[in-house]
């Protein structure tokens, strides 16, 4: 079973930013395609953003296009969210993922994931 460690989140006004970062425990990310998801109160898992292992390509989810910008650092195995502009709508708790997918079938199908870890929170407030 893969295992991440998620950081990076907390509590910050609407049009702030965040950069959230996933860690892997005990395996190599670089082999992996890689995701981004969210859960809100009451809500399914979204997928946030994904990126391959291959050649770097992205998927974004259209709430997110030109805010969010997924990154990969092999060298130290994390990958990493920037969000940027934040809104209200943003707030959930962030999970990474990661299995052998394109981006756009990860991001899209969530129920892929077998298991989720603890997350991190991000709180868009006021």
């Known amino acids: 079973q893969l295992q991440f460690v998620e950081s990076g989140g907390g509590l910050v006004q609407p049009g702030g930013s965040l950069r959230l970062s996933c860690a892997a425990s005990?395996?190599?990310?670089?082999?992996?395609?890689v995701g981004w998801f969210r859960q809100a109160p009451g809500k399914e898992h979204e997928g946030v953003s994904c990126i391959s292992s291959s050649d770097g390509s992205t998927y974004y989810a259209d709430s997110v296009k030109g805010r969010f910008t997924i990154s990969r650092d092999n060298a130290k195995n994390v990958v990493y969210l920037q969000m940027n502009s934040l809104k209200p709508e943003d707030t959930a708790t962030y999970y990474c993922a990661a299995r052998s997918s394109t981006p756009q079938t990860m991001c899209l199908v969530p129920s892929l994931i077998d298991s989720w870890g603890q997350g991190t929170q991000v709180t868009v407030s006021s």
């Open positions: 005990g395996f190599t990310l670089n082999y992996y395609t």
